[in-house]
């Protein structure tokens, strides 16, 4: 039986977002501070919190809780997410943890055969995992946040009360779900029985009073009282795993993030529970090789990542795990010994087949729906930096609303992997869920430069280090390291190219014994940059939104 049907596939290329209309800057500058995100209605709230005294931690939820009103497809209340962040005061880069642990009464058997309906399993009630990302904003806030809680809430609130004017991209995506969505939800995404269409507005007076409620009472509130209450009642109704107790005991962590040399740079990225690590394997393997004089859409160039990613991707079915049970050996993995050993292995003219791990006996499950996802990044005039992602899981995630909240709950379990059963990535009662995002901060001279990620699946821990080297090797500056074409690998045996390479180099590559998907789009990037005077002070922000969305960078 063929394991990799063409909609599996065509569904893991779509996690890119289709372009927005009208075409907004990619680019910003300022002196005061930096937003950039997936809607210009988030990035306009980040920028109303930085213009009212708030800093990065503070703009970074005020970016989030709007992303959750104007791109309810992507992220949430109800999702979870990755976040690193760089405080200044303290001189340090911390890995900010908000996919919290799998439900404590979960029982994975339910997301395979033979369990009736397994693949069902995999996008209702019973893949919504614990909410991580209202924990994660407050724990932020309270560490480093400046403006009271209350004050962050106020741009969404009022987006979700008072409504918006939808995008087409935003539709498109309502239109897709809309047959998915309960009766309650219905009523406000639509119009007697019909999806709401572009330029119509959308008013979320149950979002709004969620949020009202979270900006008064806090984080507890929607992880306990009457909020989490709707969400546990929903799923006892929908017989999902997810339980109040699981929202009362969930917490934000915070852990100390990964990093490695890279030329004369240093790039940090999230720790396990993330699996953000085969990024930095990913750059390890490069730097063992001369830049490319072709460019990074050159054929050599492309070569060797296409095979330098294939590795890294071995790497994270072989080695992902939760740091408190089966940490990834990472002093070995993120070595230049390992680098090169492993660099030396690549032909130069030969495209190699991808084996999976000894364990591995079908591919990771997050290929069986299209990840849909956000990324932001925020700056300061005093260079704090949050660069975050944050989803649902799929479009809506799980399509499952408790009445009354106007929360979309993800359908986070879906990303697992079930086979072998008890493998490291499986949906393992009570651990930590493991999550894909790369959140990404390079620093040069000892000082942060630039901020960037993300979102796109499987594809996200290769796009980053595509923007990277963009940026340190072929000196692009921001837009350009954003815009270059990209490419990626889609397991088993595909290399999805976007259609800014050219035919010659897809022709070389094919010689080389790729199998190439051409016309896709990957990823939907966000990022920015400091400029630092001689004492060492930011004096010039940079910012810059992927082309291949619809997001907005402004500076204040």
């Not at 989030?64 to 690193?84: C, D, F, H, Q, R």
């Not at 005991?249 to 790039?267: F, L, Q, T």
């Not at 896709?520 to 004492?535: F, M």
């Amino acid at each position: 039986m063929n394991r990799y049907p063409l909609f599996l596939l065509l569904l893991c290329l779509s996690c890119s977002s289709q372009p927005a209309e009208p075409v907004v800057p990619l680019t910003a500058t300022a002196t005061q501070g930096m937003v950039s995100s997936a809607h210009p209605l988030a990035t306009e709230a980040g920028v109303e919190i930085l213009r009212a005294g708030g800093n990065a931690f503070d703009a970074a939820v005020a970016v989030a809780a709007a992303l959750n009103v104007v791109e309810p497809m992507m992220s949430g209340a109800g999702g979870y997410g990755t976040i690193l962040v760089y405080d200044a005061a303290g001189l340090r880069t911390r890995f900010l943890n908000a996919s919290a642990h799998i439900p404590r009464n979960t029982d994975s058997d339910a997301f395979r055969a033979p369990t009736p309906g397994f693949k069902e399993n995999r996008r209702g009630a019973k893949a919504v995992s614990t909410p991580g990302n209202v924990r994660a904003w407050q724990a932020m806030s309270k560490e480093y946040g400046l403006l009271p809680w209350e004050d962050l809430f106020q741009p969404a609130i009022r987006l979700a009360s008072q409504g918006f004017e939808l995008r087409e991209r935003e539709a498109r995506f309502i239109e897709r779900a809309f047959e998915d969505f309960p009766a309650h939800a219905q009523a406000f995404y639509g119009q007697q029985g019909e999806p709401l269409k572009a330029g119509e507005h959308l008013v979320q007076q149950d979002l709004g009073r969620t949020l009202e409620t979270i900006a008064t009472e806090g984080a507890d509130a929607f992880h306990g009282g009457a909020i989490g209450q709707a969400i546990d009642q929903a799923m006892r109704d929908a017989q999902g795993f997810l339980s109040l107790q699981d929202l009362e005991s969930s917490r934000a962590e915070w852990w100390e993030p990964i990093r490695i040399r890279y030329r004369e740079y240093e790039v940090y990225t999230a720790s396990p529970p993330s699996t953000a690590f085969p990024s930095l394997i990913r750059l390890g393997l490069m730097s063992r090789f001369p830049v490319d004089p072709q460019g990074s859409a050159g054929a050599v160039h492309l070569h060797r990542f296409a095979e330098a990613t294939k590795h890294a991707f071995w790497c994270r079915l072989a080695y992902a795990g939760d740091p408190d049970v089966n940490p990834p050996p990472l002093q070995r993995l993120l070595s230049e010994e390992y680098w090169q050993q492993m660099a030396q292995s690549i032909d130069p003219e030969e495209a190699r087949p991808f084996k999976y791990p000894a364990a591995q006996v079908e591919p990771a499950s997050e290929e069986e729906a299209a990840r849909h996802t956000t990324h932001f990044v925020v700056a300061d005039a005093q260079g704090n930096i949050v660069s975050a992602t944050q989803t649902l899981g799929n479009s809506f995630g799980s399509r499952i609303m408790a009445e009354g909240t106007g929360v979309w709950l993800n359908n986070s379990l879906a990303y697992c992997t079930f086979e072998p059963k008890g493998n490291p990535m499986d949906a393992h009662a009570g651990r930590r869920k493991l999550s894909g995002d790369c959140p990404t901060i390079i620093f040069r001279q000892g000082r942060p430069w630039v901020a960037l990620g993300t979102p796109g699946g499987h594809t996200i821990g290769q796009t980053v280090p595509q923007m990277v080297m963009n940026l340190i090797d072929y000196r692009m500056d921001l837009g350009q390291a954003l815009s270059a074409p990209r490419i990626s690998f889609i397991e088993p045996d595909l290399i999805a190219v976007e259609d800014g390479v050219s035919r010659q180099v897809r022709q070389e590559m094919q010689k080389r014994g790729h199998k190439l998907r051409t016309g896709t789009r990957l990823g939907n990037a966000h990022a920015l940059l400091i400029e630092y005077d001689g004492q060492g002070r930011p004096v010039r922000f940079a910012g810059a939104a992927d082309p291949r969305g619809g997001g907005l960078a402004k500076g204040h």
